[in-house]
């Protein structure tokens, strides 16, 4: 009897774990991931709200911005929220990248690199199908039970509402398609700093490679050597979303504030250096000899007029709390709203005591 309905209520959904998105360079890591996902689905699906509303968050963030590339950096932060982003203003480096048209290709090319994804396949759709099926009998199964026989027995429905809280997990990690093969997100990020320019030092001077210039490079995946502290921001399974929660946001603000400054300055036909060339066709983009300057000019324009670099910087960043909120109570809701009703099932389960027959 124990077979059979091991079989029938805790199988299917121990198979369902299978799906759960996977991607560190450490067997070990995934295997925490695993565990830490069915110990604490609390923490699964705050990591999975927090994921979503940075992807609403971040696209209201750029609806401003009007200059080149603005589409592309949305699309890159979001897909790097399973990485540990580093953003690198120092240098002219993010500047140059925000302004520069020799930059073009990078934000074009790390795009494409990125978008590896995470989503729907037939092994999927049938264990979710499997899962499904199984609970629908499991339910069905408890409203034909005999209350009266002095055999009964537990029908699964408690052990089943206690893991279907799985489901919305599952859906909505393939619903967003996480990048989070740690391999394919270095290489991609790596080999596209492999073509990023940095404004020289003069006017006359042209733009040179970052990897000429500078060991580090406006954007880049990394985590301090040996910091154990942050061994969780570093892992690239989804789950520890919740740890490169702030020092994210602290990235996108920073890339978000060279854009809007750069498109504030575009849209009132100020050039980097020289004079406003206005573009023969009917374009928003701005002629490519308006994106020309040293690193002095690049820097500036990045800057609204009248502020400072540390002006515009906010404590944490912007709307964190109401998210953390927000996600907090969708986590909360589902993890007890599910184990809430397998409490109340198995309590109302009548129980059968030893019985002793001649």
Same mark, same amino acid.
Request: proline share 4%.
């Given at each position: ?10 199988? #299917?959904?121990?198979?369902?774990v299978? +799906? ?8 070990l890591d995934n295997?925490i ?17 927090l994921?979503?509303?940075n ?19 949305? !699309?890159?932060?979001s ?13 002219s480096?993010? /500047? ?5 048209a &020799?930059? &073009?290709?990078?934000w ?5 690199w ?6 729907w *396949? ?9 899962v499904?099926?199984?609970? @629908?009998?499991?339910v069905?199964?408890a ?5 009266? &026989?002095?055999t009964?027995y537990a ?5 089943? *509402? ?8 599952i859906?909505?990690?393939l +619903?967003? *398609? #996480?990048k989070?093969?740690?391999?394919r997100?270095d ?21 040179r490679?970052?990897?000429d210039?500078?060991?580090e490079?406006?954007?880049s995946?990394a985590?301090?050597?040996? &910091?154990?502290?942050r061994?969780?921001?570093?892992? $690239?399974? #989804? @789950?520890?979303n919740?740890? !490169?929660?702030l ?17 504030e300055?575009?849209?009132?036909? !100020?050039p980097?250096s ?8 009917? *374009?928003l983009? /701005? ?7 040293c690193?002095f000019?690049?820097e500036?324009?990045c ?10 910087? $906010? ?7 109401? !998210?953390?909120? @927000? ?8 993890q ?9 099932a198995?309590?109302?389960?009548p129980?059968?005591?030893?019985? @002793?027959?001649?």
């Amino acid at each position: 009897m124990f077979s059979q309905q091991f079989t029938s209520w805790l199988l #299917p959904w121990l198979a369902l774990v299978s +799906q759960l998105p996977f991607g560190a360079n450490d067997k070990l890591d995934n295997l925490i991931a695993t565990l830490l996902t069915v110990g604490s689905p609390t923490l699964a699906a705050y990591s999975l709200a927090l994921t979503v509303l940075n992807g609403r968050w971040i696209a209201r963030r750029f609806a401003s911005s009007t200059y080149p590339n603005t589409r592309n950096a949305v !699309r890159i932060l979001s897909s790097l929220q399973q990485a540990p982003l580093r953003v690198m203003s120092e240098g002219s480096l993010l /500047p140059s990248l925000v302004v520069l048209a &020799d930059n &073009d290709e990078w934000w074009t090319e790390l795009e494409g690199w990125l978008d590896s994804t995470y989503t729907w *396949s037939i092994s999927a759709a049938a264990s979710i199908g499997w899962v499904i099926v199984a609970y @629908i009998f499991t339910v069905a199964d408890a409203f034909t039970t005999d209350l009266k &026989d002095s055999t009964i027995y537990a029908t699964g429905e408690a052990i089943g *509402s206690a893991w279907i809280w799985l489901l919305p997990i599952i859906v909505g990690w393939l +619903q967003i *398609s #996480p990048k989070c093969d740690s391999v394919r997100l270095d290489k991609a990020v790596n080999r596209a700093n492999q073509m990023a320019y940095v404004a020289g030092a003069e006017l006359h001077e042209k733009p040179r490679l970052a990897r000429d210039v500078a060991k580090e490079y406006a954007v880049s995946l990394a985590v301090g050597p040996g &910091d154990i502290l942050r061994r969780d921001e570093g892992c $690239t399974v #989804p @789950i520890f979303n919740y740890a !490169r929660f702030l020092s994210w946001v602290d990235a996108v603000e920073t890339v978000a504030n060279a854009f809007d400054a750069a498109s504030e300055h575009a849209r009132q036909n !100020r050039p980097v250096s020289g004079e406003w060339v206005q573009e023969k066709k009917l *374009s928003l983009r /701005p002629h490519e000899k308006n994106r020309v300057g040293c690193k002095f000019q690049v820097e500036e324009y990045c800057i609204r007029k009248g502020e400072s670099l540390d002006d515009r910087r $906010t404590a944490w960043g912007r709307g964190i709390w109401s !998210r953390m909120f @927000i996600a907090s109570m969708l986590a909360i809701t589902l993890q007890w709203g599910t184990l809430g009703g397998a409490v109340l099932a198995q309590w109302f389960t009548p129980t059968i005591g030893m019985t @002793i027959q001649h």
